[in-house]
């Protein structure tokens, strides 16, 4: 079994940014797509970025122009965060699905971000 670790959340006033950041705990192969999802309180779970095989981008529109989602060699995962809004508020889950012999579709423990003044 695959971990995935996130880091980078926490408290910030409306306008100023973060990086959360996604490490798995051993390189996966195959990788058909890095996501980043969030869940606000009594709200459904929502795909907020997602970068494809090949490198292509997909945004939710409320982040889109704001929020970036990049990854290094190391298939560790990133989204740069910025203008952050109050609305962003939520916990902020990473995703990598691929296949690997098998289907494997796996998720962070989730993480904390507060935008507030």
């Known amino acids: 079994q695959v971990q995935l670790v996130e880091s980078g959340g926490g408290l910030v006033q409306p306008g100023e940014s973060l990086r959360l950041s996604c490490v798995p705990s051993?390189?996966?192969?195959?990788?058909?797509?890095m996501n980043w999802y969030r869940q606000a309180p009594g709200k459904e779970r929502d795909l907020v970025a997602q970068?494809?095989?090949?490198?292509?981008t997909n945004y939710a529109d409320s982040v889109r122009g704001r929020f970036t989602i990049s990854n290094n060699a190391q298939n560790t995962m990133y989204l740069r965060m910025n203008n952050l809004k109050p609305e962003d508020t939520a916990v902020y889950y990473c995703?990598?699905?691929?296949?690997?012999?098998?289907?494997?579709?796996?998720w962070g423990q989730g993480i904390q971000v507060t935008v507030s003044s």
């Open positions: 995703n990598m699905r691929g296949y690997n012999g098998r289907v494997y579709d796996y």
């Open positions: 051993r390189s996966l192969l195959n990788i058909a797509s």
């Open positions: 970068m494809l095989r090949g490198g292509s």
